[in-house]
């Protein structure tokens, strides 16, 4: 794509039977199985800095992070007590109410290789009725021969036997399900309708789920120990450092997950199982699906291995699977990224300073994108100073700014006015509202370390396979850093990938042509941050007669972007199997959410001659559309 191009959005209004038995347990489909580089146009003296310093980033599809730890719903002295459904294999716990929808909670064990057709283990279900104080949530449980999966289930307000399960995963890897759902389970209930139970859960080694994928003991050896990554910013002066570090910390890894046994297992090919192992405990052999980012990994990945029972799959914001299981680099990843950030630029200019605030310091989008990368690149060796009160103080940095003020807004285009109010106030002298906005963030990641496991141990990685000292990785992957603004980050990952001693635990390879039971839905943005739309139609190519829907807009997923006809398709497709005409078709945003007052958005709605059920929808895509709370800073996974 052409990095000059007509503006996407002129900125105005666009025109299970409860009898049956249990399904058959699948088969180990492993056995059979068969599976230009870009120079960046913008700014010179950003190129230098890379040439002589990459840093740390982890990778891009990380959507729908909880800020906090979540675990189900802590119950009252006297919970209700477990219920089962007809045709179901699980018991369920009443958690609470969403939306006046009932919500419900469940365990699954499950063994840690799905695919040892040896194991005397099978999928069960418990009670979920010990255990459930926070102050235990992050003690260790020494890795054994079973994973427990948290499930959390928003049930339809008109619920039948026949009610067919929704599973979704909002990304990471190493996103909560659970806290997904919990958070905002009454807007997706909205999009979907009543004909769905909404199933989400903390996929095996994620946040509730038993073990946890971590690298610590505890959150104290956390907090002590990886403070030498957490402060390893200075790229080529720090990477002997950090290099060292990453020696010892790939070894504690290893040593606390259990090397070949549950650590080398927490992987997408078995969380892919896994999901048959919950579809089998609700008595449904169909894949009801709808995957974020990383889920489309998940996604692809389960309608590979399993494509008779791929009957409804939804993947939203694609990755490249082939990158991830099989390249070294995740290339595709940011092929769009400087261009989202051109577009927060562009359509500043367009909406003049009375939308945005750094309009008026720039006649042009590229006097202002000058202007923005200067001043953010000055943090680099000059940081300011913030005093608000004697609690409230710090350091705003380059760092901070960049990775978690900037980066993360690319993300959302309804938050690019908050954004932008920061960055001139900023410019201007008055870093308050920046470091508030960004530089209190919690310093480590309390989510564990369930990120590096599964997508290293998805990938390429260890030192066999990355047969480099230092100075040669830092060589090879120098490259690879300048083809984005946001490159520099990602050393502290691949540092780890290249380190990696836990042993590469599955046989699965991505291919070239998959037919599902039914095609699959595949959504995109014109231009996403961390999964671009040329990924999007790399995976309309593998899965035979799936349909490519792209919204116009910038942003990470289609909820990103508030789109009617986006969510049309999205209920055809769920309901009825239905599928545009067309492979690729294109739909337009209900209103351009970039420097969008939310009251105007209201006002247009009222202005509209909509349905009550067209105007629930119109609310609750607003509504995700603006939550910022999902998206986590672009941080090392430390």
């Known amino acids: 794509m052409d990095c000059e191009r007509a503006p996407l959005i002129e900125g105005k209004l666009l025109a299970v039977d409860g009898s049956s038995p249990p399904p058959a347990p699948w088969k180990n489909p492993l056995k059979n199985n068969q599976a230009t580089k870009r120079r960046h146009p913008l700014r010179g003296f950003l190129k230098a800095i890379l040439t002589i310093s990459p840093l740390l980033l982890v990778t891009g599809y990380a959507f729908f992070q909880p800020k906090l730890p979540f675990r189900h719903p802590v119950q009252p002295p006297d919970p209700p007590q477990p219920v089962r459904y007809p045709g179901e294999h699980i018991s369920w716990t009443p958690c609470g109410t969403i939306d006046n929808r009932a919500l419900e909670c469940a365990n699954l064990t499950v063994p840690v290789d799905q695919f040892d057709t040896n194991s005397s283990v099978e999928a069960s279900s418990h009670d979920d009725d010990d255990d459930t104080d926070n102050d235990n949530h992050h003690k260790h449980h020494q890795p054994g021969d079973t994973f427990t999966i948290p499930l959390l289930r928003l049930r339809s307000a008109n619920a039948t036997p026949s009610t067919r399960n929704l599973l979704l995963n909002p990304g990471g890897p190493g996103g909560s399900g659970a806290a997904f759902l919990y958070q905002r389970g009454a807007q997706l209930a909205t999009l979907v309708g009543d004909g769905f139970h909404l199933l989400s859960f903390d996929p095996r080694g994620v946040n509730g789920s038993t073990p946890l ?31 060292a570090w990453t020696g010892s910390f790939v070894r504690a890894c290893d040593d606390v997950m259990g090397g070949a046994g549950a650590g080398a297992h927490v992987n997408t090919p078995q969380t892919a199982a896994d999901m048959n192992s919950i579809l089998d405990a609700v008595g449904q052999r169909a894949l009801y699906y709808w995957g974020f980012s990383y889920g489309t990994i998940l996604g692809q990945t389960y309608a590979t291995l399993f494509p008779d029972r791929a009957e409804r799959v939804i993947i939203d914001g694609v990755a490249n699977q082939f990158d991830w299981y099989e390249s070294r680099l995740d290339a595709e990843m940011i092929a769009d990224t400087d ?31 000058d202007l923005l990368l200067e001043r953010v690149a000055r943090l680099r060796d000059d940081p300011v100073g913030v005093y608000v009160n004697e609690t409230q ?14 980066f993360p807004a690319l993300y959302k285009p309804a938050v690019w006015g908050e954004l932008a109010d920061r960055l001139a106030a900023l410019f201007r002298g008055n870093a308050t509202a920046a470091w508030l906005a960004y530089g209190t963030k919690p310093a480590w990641d309390s989510l564990g370390d369930a990120f590096k496991f599964i997508s290293i141990n998805d990938g390429v990685s260890g030192p066999d396979k990355w047969p480099m000292d230092r100075l040669e990785l830092l060589d090879y992957l120098l490259p690879f850093f300048n083809q984005s603004l946001f490159g520099e980050a990602q050393l502290d990952y691949y540092f780890s990938k290249q380190a990696w001693t836990i042993p590469h635990a599955h046989s699965y390879v991505p291919r070239r042509r998959v037919r599902t039971a039914h095609p699959l839905l595949i959504l995109s943005t014109t231009y996403d941050p961390v999964c671009p739309l040329v990924s999007a139609k790399g995976a309309a190519d593998v899965f035979e007669r799936s349909r490519l829907v792209e919204v116009k807009g910038y942003g990470h997923c289609t909820l990103a972007v508030p789109s009617r006809c986006v969510a049309r398709h999205v209920r055809d497709f769920l309901y009825d199997g239905k599928l545009p005409d067309d492979g690729h078709v294109r739909c337009e945003p209900d209103a351009n959410p970039a420097f969008a007052k939310p009251e105007e958005a209201d006002a247009l709605l009222e202005a509209q001659s909509l349905s009550e059920e067209d105007r629930r929808v119109w609310k609750a895509q607003q509504e995700l559309a603006r939550d910022i709370t999902w998206l986590g800073p672009w941080r090392g996974a430390w």
């Open 213 to 243: 994928a971590t690298c610590y003991r505890s959150e104290e050896d956390r907090r002590a120990l990886s403070s030498r990554a957490r402060t390893a910013r200075r790229p080529v002066e720090d990477s002997g450092e950090l290099w």
């Open 393 to 406: 103080w710090g350091v705003l940095d380059y760092w901070t700014l960049w990775y978690n003020g900037v």
């Open 339 to 369: 261009r989202v950030l051109e577009g927060f630029v562009d359509e500043c200019v367009r909406a003049g300073e009375e939308r945005c605030a750094l309009a008026a310091m720039a006649t042009s989008k590229e006097e202002l994108l």
